[in-house]
């Protein structure tokens, strides 16, 4: 194994939330819920299972659209651009790693901000690329702790012609925080045509109506913008694996080079189209979620919490100490959340929001460990 390029030896495998059985086979209770990885408390729409049930009834045995025709005709009509000019990935995490493989490389270097999302600096040193990264606002910024900085991207992008990859996360995890429409285009602005901008949008559809990119209007604007959407998130089929980018036309066609030929299996494809025809549970999801994320903000607030503002589906706390503790107490209680030492956050959780039942015993569990000193 020492033989492996050095980028790979300096990664730490990406840990994943706890699975909901491991832990209820160590308390040995049923009753256990995970809010650990941002997924839909509502799970996907009733017309997924339809759909899957319907698709189960073919011919598994034969290979996957491998071109996922349909659904990309779909996802086109959706956001109003052609066919083209979109890529379907297994998981919008195949998109980034597609984006590195081509983009990235020895001699190259890749941008992102500190504690952005996880998987920017695996896809890039796994190229065996430099990874740049931006210091964030920081802790103490006082509207948008641990945000983007893009004002500081483009200073640093001027003293760095080696980058040819640049990933942001809008709204980012994990920290929730997120860069408006105005900041983003004056970067975007700045940006010499040879970089490749990937706008990671996994949590789109929460965000405010106002804050909301127009993808189709960018796209055309800049031919080196991606934008990556996830079904993992609203849509609810994170189990199912299928995301997709859209991109000029050049660009999805060097994607579709590296892609494996059948990367999306049969039941993600009608999966996606089943998900994507449903907005009115998008609605529904998006609805919850946006109460969910003030109450139970506020309800940390009231236990003297810091709450990191979000425009995602889950809220990253600041217990102002290590906290560990604090995981470990809510796991003993049957609440999975996502501890932040990985991150370089070792003071924070990120707990995503579920439905009103899953944060009331998010809240009381919380409140007996903090009463406990844990
Ligand atoms: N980007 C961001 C910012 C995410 O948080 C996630 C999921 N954790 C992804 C991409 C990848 O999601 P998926 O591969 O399930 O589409």
Redesign the pocket.
Known sequence: FRNALPGILSLHAYTPGMPIEELQRKLGIADVIKLA??ENPLGPSPKVSAAIAEATKGNLGLYPDGSGHKLKNKIAEYHGISADRITL??????I?EFLARIYAGPGRAVMFSDY??A?YPLATLAQNAEAVVVPSHGADHPTMPFGHDLAAFTRVLKTRPDVSLVFI?N????TGTWNTPQEIEAFLDSVPPHVIVAL?E??FDYQDVELRSDARVWLDRYPNLLV?R????VYGI?GL???YALSDAKVADLLNRVRQPFNNNSLALVAAEAALADQEHVKKSVELNASERIRVGAELQKLGLRVLPSQ?NFLTVDFGRDAAPIHKGLLERGVIVRPMGSYGMPNFLRVSMGTVREDDRFLSALREVLAEGQ
Not at 89 to 94: C, F, I, L, V, Y
Not at 171 to 174: D, E, F, G, H
Not at 230 to 233: E, I, L, P, V
């Open positions: 990885s941002n990935g297994n998981g919008s995490n195949d980034l952005a999302f998987v996360a709204p980012n995890n994990p990671d996994a949590y990556c996830t079904f993992s998130k994170a694996r299928a995301g995602a």
